[in-house]
């Protein structure tokens, strides 16, 4: 069963994929994290992530709980993997995920073990360019590894950081233009974008568009956003899906 599902996923990104929309889970409890993915879903959200904050809190639980509730959604598992490559990507992807993510700062004997866990095991492989001194350099050194697609990263840290200092907060969406060019698979754009920039991910060649925070989550305390976050989503994802046409 696993097999023919990603069988079926990487012959959609075969055939130039078209816009999905993720969202990122980034909460710390699974009760609210399977409340979200309901609303997301009946939104029209596509994928689902479990965020790093809920491996965190939850571990392989958290995994188990959306598969069991969402038994036919692609789950990506934001581990953020450094080192025990194989091992991770087994374990995630035994608990139901269908995506599993590495880091490029990873060494990369790491993220071969990780691709290599992900085809014995029937997971595709995100690799994340976080912190790498030039971003498109990072995606193409990810795909020549083997990765299935690219997590166009800026953090959490970094851009709060940064701002705090009085200066310019950086986006994905400076480089992201140069990114999609590096590769040739696909590529989602991660890091405090705003909605208007999340929908035009797809006009960079960025298929994968992914909400988190702050747009579906309260950036300060991981907990999901106030306000009618259900229709926000439906009008989010009834713009991405339409550009499909």
Known sequence: ????????????????????????????????????????????????????????????RGVKALRE?????PIVADLKTMDGGYLEAEMMAKAGATQVVVMARAHEETIKCVVQAGKDFGAEVMGDNLACPNMADGAKWLENLGCDY???????????GIAARGERMPSPM??????????????QAVGGLTIEQAVQCPEY??????????LTIDADSFKTADGDLESSLRL????VHADQA
């Open 205 to 214: 060649g960025a298929p994968l568009v992914v909400l988190g925070a702050p």
């Open 150 to 160: 690219i997590v166009h990263h800026i953090g959490y840290d970094e851009r709060r």
């Open 1 to 60: 069963m696993r097999a023919l599902f990603t069988a079926a996923i990487r012959s959609y990104n075969d055939l130039s994929m078209k816009p999905i929309v993720q969202i990122s889970l980034d909460l710390t409890n699974i009760a609210e994290a399977l409340e979200t993915a309901e609303m997301a879903l009946r939104a029209g959200v596509d994928w689902l992530e479990a965020g790093t904050p809920l491996l965190l809190a939850e571990g392989l």
């Open 236 to 239: 989010i994802c009834d713009k």
């Open 69 to 73: 509730r969402f038994p036919d959604t």
């Open 174 to 187: 400076d480089d992201l233009k140069a990114v999609v060019d590096a590769v040739s698979i696909p590529v």
